[in-house]
């Protein structure tokens, strides 16, 4: 199987919900207000109660409770809620193809992991749209519970590290793809923006990492994940070009600092994603 024949398996098994697809129109609509979107999202109950647990947890890090959505809409605007109801789609997709071929707890950490510490590096280097970039780190190895789905062996052999072996090489050599093209894939059949799947899809590609801040953001991120993620995973230290952490302008003081803060962060992020797996401490 090829990574559009996994990727069209995920699309055909869970669509996006409505509001992901409403707002999406309303934000290309000159004349939609915020208050459209609110009502969008009020319409499903449940994706409201959701999303308002995220907008009040360590991922906003309000000083007021947001206890409405349309106060969740003028606290951070149209575009992260949007993002807001894309990571909680990212939740329900992530539990809908969840495997045990593949270590689901690693699989969450390093999603989340991932998702944190590119929203620090956008801050840091003072992008716009930070969401985004939360989104980025969320989805960027979405492919790998596509292929867990539909080839759990497959899925397996690709987790089972061999000393230094770079995840995303042993995943081209047993898979002809990588999880990252798999992910980007899935994305563009969503018909998301492509702010979202060019990255990932570009997400181990130094010399375009090196051109683009958005991709190398990302690029950083995946691999500083890996390292959080995985128990004794310190060589993958050797996988971060200090290019590319040059191109960025960070020193090893504010990397250190990014993944403390996403690491602290993330607990509360993921009992609110997973609660069965990462119970609140």
Known sequence: MQATDY??????????????????????????????????VSLDPSLSTKLLKLANSALYNFNAEISTISRAVSAIGAKAL????????????????????????????????????????????????TERFFLLGLLHNFGELAVANRSPELASQCEQSEGTQIPWEKQKQLLGFTYAECSAQILMLWNLPSSLFTPIANQHNESLALKQTDIAILYLAVRLALQCAIPGAKESVHLVSAEIINSLKLSEAELESVILSSKVESYKILSIMNPELFASP
């Open 7 to 40: 990727a069209m398996a995920v699309t055909d098994s869970f669509a996006l919900p409505d509001a992901c697809t409403r707002i999406k129109e309303l934000l290309e609509d000159p004349s939609s207000t915020a208050a459209d979107i609110a009502d969008v």
């Open 82 to 129: 949007y993002s807001l109801v894309m990571t909680e789609t990212a939740r329900s997709a992530f539990k809908h193809f969840e495997n045990n071929a593949v270590n689901l707890e690693r699989f969450w950490q390093q999603s989340v992991y991932a998702g944190l510490i590119a929203k620090h590096l956008a801050i840091d280097t003072g992008q716009k749209d």
